[in-house]
């Protein structure tokens, strides 16, 4: 069904249906049903058509409508600097380009992974560093990819034919060209990590228990506490060192700091941490480890700012590691769709919101806690519920603001846009909808609708 979006307010509809989140720093795109396909065909012009979602298939250009000396002037305010005040109610437009062309770049990863377990290459990516934005479809991305990245997670999964746990591609790291080094204002390194995928992945997600962090082994903070599964993914590594890459955190610890000490004396610069789902913990994850390791300074000593772009992410730790993130200058914008479960997980039942007997039963220490501060969107397509957690749908939902559409918050004939989500959800439980089959576009979102 055709859509409409725009930025407002939260409304009184959603507070009663939906969980409660923090109220500072918020902003929301509401997408609202259109009442008959006529009414739709109608309102459409040339420029809502202009903004429809591209096919997967499709080459996009990297989002730069507005004039790029306008980040340049900006870019500590648009990586958090001041925590995005002012900027997300209503959502500042050089805000909007950024988190949308970050996300295009997170986006990338799903449609250059290799998904054909018939391939040689399974889970692996399908492209070579020098050319693999382009054959995703981000053309001009100006950026240039000087590694991949590997998980393997320590959990059962299927085997592999050597007998051995598997590794996965999950993102890369990137670092951004003089030109487009210019036009931001700085040099931007970039690490893009995409969601959940494969079945051992979904299997470390699913281990929900809190435990120590213990990444600095310099200094005990047992009080720091993150997801056990999330911090297998990040921590483990093949038996022996089979592959000689290590765990996904050797790699990217690796490969960043080598950036950072790198860069030009004097060149100002930033770490962006781009991720979607189990990407966006992992990205959580990493904001704090080289934060607290201090690899986030280049040779002069001066620290960079480490800003953590999160799409469609759950909650990483507890109370103790929001804190410390805070104290050690990690700033992270969650791009969050009301709608979308994975959101709201760990922690359904007891989290930071949480108030009265549960929070005393729970205690302070294991509750969960989301990190940074929230950008709220509200879209849905209803003949596709997986399209909460979209990658694609979370960009396109952003990007809507630009083209200038109205809002059409009214309730339809049907009973209202609820009462017609509700009913079509319903129904598609009833019928046992395949949800594996969109697992590609729905990340960690498989996993999660067996617990609603």
């Known amino acids: 069904m055709a859509s409409t979006a725009t930025i407002r307010p939260r409304s009184a509809l959603h507070k009663a249906t939906s969980p409660a989140r923090p109220k500072p720093c918020r902003a929301r795109v509401v997408a609202a049903a259109a009442a008959t396909a006529s009414a739709a065909?109608?309102?459409?012009?040339?420029?809502?058509?202009?903004c429809a979602p591209a096919a997967s298939v499709a080459r996009t250009t990297s989002t730069r409508r507005t004039p790029t000396a306008s980040v340049a002037s900006m870019w500590r305010q648009v990586q958090g600097s001041h925590d995005w005040d002012g900027l997300l109610q209503p959502l500042h437009p050089v805000v909007r380009d950024e988190v949308a062309r970050y996300g295009e770049l997170v986006g990338a990863c799903y449609k250059v992974l290799d998904a054909d377990p018939s391939s040689p290459r399974h889970m692996c990516c399908k492209h070579g560093k020098e050319t693999v934005l382009e054959e995703a479809g981000v053309v001009d991305a100006?950026?240039?990819?000087?590694?991949?990245?590997?998980?393997?997670?320590?959990?059962?999964?299927?085997?592999?034919?050597?007998?051995?746990?598997?590794?996965?591609?999950?993102?890369?790291?990137?670092?951004?060209t003089d030109e487009m080094t210019r036009r931001l204002g700085r040099r931007d390194v970039l690490v893009s990590l995409r969601g959940t995928v494969t079945q051992a992945e979904w299997a470390a997600n699913?281990?929900?228990a809190l435990e120590p962090a213990h990444l600095d082994?310099?200094?005990?903070?047992?009080?720091?506490?993150?997801?056990?599964?999330?911090?297998?993914?990040?921590?483990?590594?093949?038996?022996?060192?089979?592959?000689?890459?290590?765990s996904c955190r050797d790699q990217l610890l690796r490969e960043v700091s080598r950036l950072v000490k790198g860069a030009h004396p004097g060149e100002d610069m930033s770490v962006t941490l781009a991720g979607h789902s189990m990407g966006s913990a992992l990205a959580t994850l990493l904001g704090y480890d080289l934060a607290?390791?201090?690899?986030?300074?280049?040779?002069?000593?001066?620290?960079?700012?480490?800003?953590?772009?999160?799409?469609?992410?759950?909650?990483?730790?507890?109370?103790?590691?929001?804190?410390?993130?805070?104290?050690?200058?990690?700033?992270?914008?969650?791009v969050a769709n009301v709608r979308d479960p994975v959101t709201m997980l760990p922690g359904a039942l007891i989290n930071e919101d949480t108030k009265g007997f549960l929070a005393a039963w729970a205690g302070g220490g294991d509750r969960y806690t989301h990190v940074g501060v929230e950008l709220a969107l509200d879209f849905l397509r209803f003949r596709d519920p997986g399209s909460v957690h979209d990658i694609g749908a979370y960009v396109s939902a952003i990007k809507a603001e630009?083209?200038?559409?109205?809002?059409?918050?009214?309730?339809?004939?049907?009973?209202?846009?609820?009462?017609k989500v509700t009913e079509f959800v319903e129904g598609q439980r009833a019928a046992a909808f395949a949800w594996k089959e969109a697992a590609l576009q729905m990340g960690g979102l498989v996993r999660t609708l067996g617990m609603i």
């Open 402 to 419: 630009t083209c200038g559409k109205t809002p059409n918050a009214a309730a339809d004939g049907h009973g209202g846009v609820l009462a």
């Open 206 to 208: 699913l281990m929900s």
């Open 41 to 50: 065909a109608m309102a459409t012009t040339a420029a809502e058509r202009a």
């Open 292 to 334: 607290e390791l201090g690899l986030n300074r280049d040779a002069s000593g001066r620290r960079v700012l480490v800003t953590v772009f999160s799409y469609g992410g759950p909650r990483v730790g507890n109370a103790a590691f929001k804190n410390r993130c805070d104290e050690l200058g990690v700033k992270a914008l969650r």
């Open 142 to 176: 100006g950026y240039e990819v000087t590694r991949y990245i590997y998980a393997t997670p320590d959990v059962a999964g299927p085997p592999s034919t050597s007998g051995r746990r598997s590794s996965s591609w999950v993102g890369y790291v990137a670092v951004s």
């Open 217 to 246: 082994t310099r200094r005990a903070l047992p009080d720091v506490k993150v997801e056990s599964g999330f911090l297998n993914l990040y921590t483990s590594s093949a038996p022996g060192g089979a592959d000689g890459m290590g």
